[in-house]
């Protein structure tokens, strides 16, 4: 069977370079894209590659940013004209293949291993797309190819702006192996910690770990990223179609006052598994875990996440699953300047029948049946027409 051949597309410095595309005169000044200051979202969003040369970092509070180049130029966001953007890239994509899986909306896996009779083989394709962008769209991409997506990824990491890289079965170990551990997809900041544990550095250095040592530290993840560094990554490359279910379901918020109680977490909490659990009836889902996002008043970024035995679809239950693992991670050390609360491992109905034996079945049943009747209400005459007193 022929190897397939996957292209990872990332459009380069996505925000920055549209932003530019409406004000060319700044096209050779350090230019960071920021959201509002006087709304306390005053980070930055996306920067250019003159910024990025003096240090400025995604996510850095302009104060910090401007620190590093004050002469940085500060852009409010268009996201209006992200989107479009990000549209029309993916119109190019798809007169090449019509297997294109958005990875956000700067990126894209195309599977092209049925285009190579009528466009050429990958690396054609790859700078044939290049080139569309650059001319049709003004901005630059650069793009990975290889016979998966997670080595496709990581070509495209590679070399920016405007390049394409191959990462071949012939050239990965030469190629992806001296790579530090932490650009391997999935590999967090809390994974390299505990692979630097265990002498791990390099992306080559998994394929030498023992698998129990690596399921005792990682569990399941660390065996598959053993076999993601092997070139073992059969993931297909999935198209996002009109009947597409939704992977996780999130909301969070960044108020004009920081967080500074339990009480306060809870209320946001609770508004957001309103609008969670509106997505998950809506698509038929049902959460059986739930991950919580907190960013500190130093603007220090934290997630803790839990799975459960059993599924819901309850807002009340998501809000109060995500209330108590949020408490067990935090003590209010200091201010939260945003809270945000997301479904994860999601299944379908037919999946979630699972019943808790040792909880409150009633009372659970009980309150899914209020949720029911809430919904058809919703449904009927609008998500405003019943709302929780402690929201209001």
Wanted: proline content about 3%; glycine content about 6%.
């Amino acid at each position: 069977m022929a190897d397939r051949i996957i292209l990872h597309c990332d459009l380069n410095n996505f925000f920055a370079s549209v932003s530019l595309l409406f004000n060319p005169t700044l096209k050779d000044l350090p230019v960071a894209v920021c959201g509002d200051s006087e709304n306390r979202h005053g980070i930055v969003l996306a920067k250019n590659n003159i910024a990025k040369s003096f240090g400025v970092k995604t996510a850095e509070a302009i104060f910090e940013a401007k620190r590093k180049c004050p002469n940085l130029v500060t852009l409010p966001p268009l996201y209006d004209e992200y989107e479009k953007y990000s549209k029309k890239a993916r119109q190019i994509y798809e007169r090449y293949t019509d297997m294109v899986e958005p990875f956000g909306i700067d990126e894209c896996w195309l599977d092209v291993t049925g285009s190579t009779v009528l466009f050429g083989d990958g690396l054609e394709i790859a700078n044939k797309i290049r080139r569309d962008i650059k001319r049709e769209l003004g901005i630059t991409i650069s793009v990975g190819v290889s016979f998966n997506k997670i080595f496709a990824k990581l070509g495209s990491d590679m070399k920016k702006p405007d390049a394409v890289t191959v990462i071949s079965k012939e050239n990965f170990k030469e190629k992806v192996w001296p790579l530090p551990i932490s650009d391997l997809l999935f590999v967090g900041k809390r994974t390299a910690d505990k692979f630097h544990g265990i002498g791990v550095s390099t992306i080559g250095d998994i394929t030498l770990c023992d698998d129990k040592t690596l399921n005792r530290i990682l569990g399941k993840n660390g065996n598959d990223l053993k076999k993601y560094a092997l070139g073992l990554d059969d993931s297909p490359v999935t198209p996002i179609t009109r009947n597409s279910k939704p992977k996780s379901v999130g909301k969070s918020t960044t108020t004009g006052k920081d967080f500074e109680t339990n009480e306060q977490v809870w209320s946001a909490f609770l508004g957001f598994a309103e609008d969670i659990a509106e997505t998950l009836r809506h698509h038929d889902l049902y959460s059986f875990g739930v991950q919580v996002h907190i960013r500190t008043s130093s603007l220090a970024v934290k997630e803790f996440s839990k799975t459960f035995d059993t599924s819901t679809n309850s807002s009340l239950t998501l809000a109060k699953r995500g209330f108590e693992l949020f408490k067990e991670n935090y003590h209010f050390a200091e201010p939260l300047r945003s809270v945000g609360l997301r479904a994860i491992s999601l299944k379908g109905d037919s999946t979630a029948e699972q019943i808790d034996m040792f909880g409150d079945c009633e009372s659970t049943k009980k309150t899914e049946q209020v949720e029911d009747s809430i919904w058809s209400v919703r449904k009927k005459f609008g998500n405003n027409s019943v709302k929780r007193g402690r929201i209001l």
